[in-house]
């Protein structure tokens, strides 16, 4: 499984006020669900957060499939269950444990999806705990970094260049 280590101050960012994910639209079929109904994943709803910076509890995975006609906001920690989610961002208490391969094969994938690498152009490059926070090290020169997602969905992106999870400022990257 690759490594999945995003933080985000608050689930709730990553959700629109009607529950859509912005840019959701690469659907991959899973296979069938107990019940028969077909079960897809959205690759591009997938993101990985955890409540607040330093936190040592495992990370969130948020994503939206589709069971039947039905589309489902949900996340799962990766421990083999997984819970819908309300549009703003709050789990329900009912988590599921996959009865299906097809819904067994879903949290895999939500669980290893890939991360992106991206090239540090425009070094030195300061890689800090949080946005305008200290900084963790300084990338100086031009370099291959593996980000993980935005913070707050802003500017700033979630790197492990300095050997422990920061963010970079997005127009330092392309």
């Known amino acids: 499984m690759l490594k999945r280590a995003l933080l985000l101050a608050a689930a709730t960012t990553l959700i629109g006020a009607n529950g859509a994910i912005a840019g959701a639209d690469a659907w991959e079929y899973q296979g069938v669900a107990s019940t028969g109904e077909k079960v897809s994943l959205n690759l591009d709803s997938i993101e990985v957060v955890m409540r607040s910076l330093g936190m040592k509890r495992p990370p969130s995975y948020f994503?939206?499939?589709?069971?039947?006609?039905?589309?489902?906001?949900?996340?799962?920690?990766?421990?083999?269950?997984?819970?819908?989610?309300?549009?703003?961002?709050?789990?329900?208490?009912?988590?599921?444990?996959?009865?299906?391969?097809?819904?067994?094969?879903?949290?895999?994938?939500?669980?290893?999806?890939?991360?992106?690498?991206?090239?540090?152009?425009?070094?030195?490059?300061?890689?800090?705990?949080?946005?305008?926070?200290?900084?963790?090290?300084t990338l100086r020169s031009q370099t291959k970094i593996t980000t993980y997602g935005a913070y707050q969905q802003g500017d700033w992106l979630y790197t492990d260049a300095c050997g422990r999870l920061g963010v970079i400022h997005s127009s330092q990257i392309r």
């Open 63 to 137: 994503f939206t499939y589709q069971i039947g006609a039905e589309r489902v906001l949900a996340m799962t920690n990766c421990t083999g269950t997984f819970s819908p989610v309300s549009a703003n961002g709050v789990t329900f208490d009912n988590w599921m444990r996959p009865t299906s391969k097809a819904t067994r094969q879903m949290l895999d994938r939500v669980c290893s999806y890939p991360v992106k690498t991206v090239r540090v152009f425009s070094p030195p490059s300061n890689v800090r705990t949080i946005p305008e926070g200290d900084v963790l090290c």
